[in-house]
């Protein structure tokens, strides 16, 4: 059996991307990679590695709430602009954007740290068939012990969106919001014998109760819960998100074994990753 791998929430640090990348390719070049959404926004790189990742028949490319910001943006964009811009055109188009009354899909995208993607598209054409890809991402992925998806949210919801996914039907958006959003629901447990694997909220940020560890970024590393909500709902989960714009760092999940292979940016300091050079440096087992 070929591995199967996970990680996510990278938001456009490249170096880090491209790390957990070849790890899980010379591991195995015949693996599956489960990105778990949020590829764009903050650093500089989001456009190219959401492109990467597109072209990568062995990823399967999860929709996260960057994403779909993205998207609603860049849908506004494509009718408000006649022609492409040069990438400092971009900036300047949506620095002017963010402080005149424009279109609250555009100033939602780059107050979440989306300008560096949307000016990276508009400079590459804008696109059309990739924003349509993207809206398009699945928001559930499940494999015969584990289920993905981008906030965690509870088993009712995921699956919800999971059955309609497979009709190739359009889920619920407030279901779907939930998927991509959704911080209130942490504590729910999940169905029993099986796991959820989610990003989008940083460990630092769980509840003491799951993640009693220091609660520093510098500090923080992928855990393994189980809710508290229901104790119908035995299922645990793991959360991914580490908060790699906070402290250049990314964690690979080997969904066989349940380690977390940790990887940081040996010159990150003062809240910036300097984009230098990336070293493996932990192994945690879930």
């Known amino acids: 059996m070929h591995d199967i791998f996970y990680f996510t929430d990278v938001h456009g640090y490249y170096p880090l991307y491209k790390a957990a990348m070849n790890y899980c390719m010379k591991k195995d070049p015949e693996c599956t990679i489960i990105y778990g959404g949020d590829a764009c926004d903050r650093g500089p790189d989001g456009y190219k590695i959401m492109r990467e990742l597109l072209d990568n028949p062995q990823v399967v490319y999860m929709k996260g709430n960057h994403e779909d910001m993205f998207v609603a943006a860049a849908r506004f964009i494509m009718n408000d602009l006649s022609k492409p811009l040069s990438y400092e055109e971009a900036e300047n188009y949506l620095y002017s954007a963010y ?57 009712k919801v995921f699956n919800s969106v999971a059955n309609a996914e497979y009709r ?78 906070r402290n250049g760092k990314v964690y690979v999940l080997n969904c066989l074994t349940l380690q977390a292979i940790g990887f940081k940016d040996t010159d990150f300091k003062n809240n910036e990753i300097k984009n230098h050079d990336v070293e493996q440096f932990e192994v945690i087992q879930l």
């Open 99 to 155: 402080l005149r009354d424009f279109a609250i899909q555009v100033q939602d995208c780059i107050y979440n740290g989306g300008s560096k993607t949307l000016a990276a598209w508009i400079a590459d054409g804008m696109p059309n068939d990739f924003v349509t890809s993207i809206s398009k991402l699945p928001l559930t992925f499940s494999t015969d012990t584990m289920d993905f998806c981008h906030a965690g949210s509870e088993p």
């Open 168 to 245: 190739h039907d359009f889920p619920d958006r407030d279901d779907e919001m939930e998927l991509l959003w959704d911080r209130l629901k942490l504590g729910y447990g999940w169905t029993p014998n099986r796991i959820c694997v989610y990003g989008h909220t940083p460990v630092p940020h769980l509840p003491a109760k799951y993640y009693s560890v220091d609660k520093t970024y510098d500090r923080a590393h992928p855990c393994k819960y189980y809710g508290l909500l229901d104790d119908r709902l035995t299922g645990a989960k793991i959360a991914m998100d580490v908060g790699t714009a």
